[in-house]
């Protein structure tokens, strides 16, 4: 097969491509302040942990669920003021993506487009928790992904 060929056939591939959300929803959520309510009555100079994980499972067909989870871990010096999970998901039809097309979605488009629904539950939580709000920072989702490539295969080359 010729590069154009390949390339042709790559480019129709690429233009044969489907992505539809088909939901959004909460997966599960936590919320714990050990130490209320006496954190209450410390001056508020909040030191803020954030853990962030994705993965993914392809269900039935083109079918694939997203899992986006963030942890928040917050303290008051030594003390945890309140500690927020949420597990944001999606179910995502995608379909007539290359390997890497499909990897680079799953790994980063989807979990850009979950980020702001988890972001807002977990300020959400912190809220009602009797808490500051906590507005947390845009992740580069695609940043992430770039790295997380660059470790694999650094990992497979060593």
């Known amino acids: 097969m010729s590069e154009q060929t390949a390339n042709g056939a790559a480019a ?12 959004i929803y909460v997966r599960d959520s936590s919320f714990e302040a050990p130490k209320s ?3 209450f009555r410390e001056e508020w100079k909040p030191q803020v942990g954030l ?6 499972t392809q269900l039935e ?7 986006l989870k963030l942890s928040v871990e917050v303290k008051v010096g030594d003390d ?19 390997q890497g097309s499909m990897a680079h979605t799953l790994g980063a488009f989807c979990p850009n487009i979950l980020f702001p629904y988890a972001r807002e539950n977990i300020d959400n939580l912190v809220v009602k928790g009797s808490f500051p709000a906590l507005m947390l920072q845009p992740v580069n989702f ?9 470790r694999q295969q650094q ?4």
């Open 37 to 39: 309510p006496q954190i």
């Open 155 to 158: 990992a497979g080359n060593a």
């Open 61 to 67: 067909g083109d079918f694939h669920e997203v899992v």
């Open 12 to 23: 129709a591939e690429e233009q044969n491509a489907q992505f539809s959300l088909q939901r």
């Open 142 to 150: 695609d940043a992430l992904f770039a790295q997380e490539m660059a």
């Open 80 to 98: 945890v003021a309140f500690i927020a999970e949420v597990e944001q998901a999606g179910i995502f039809l995608i379909s007539g993506l290359d």
């Open 51 to 56: 853990d962030l994980n994705t993965r993914h």
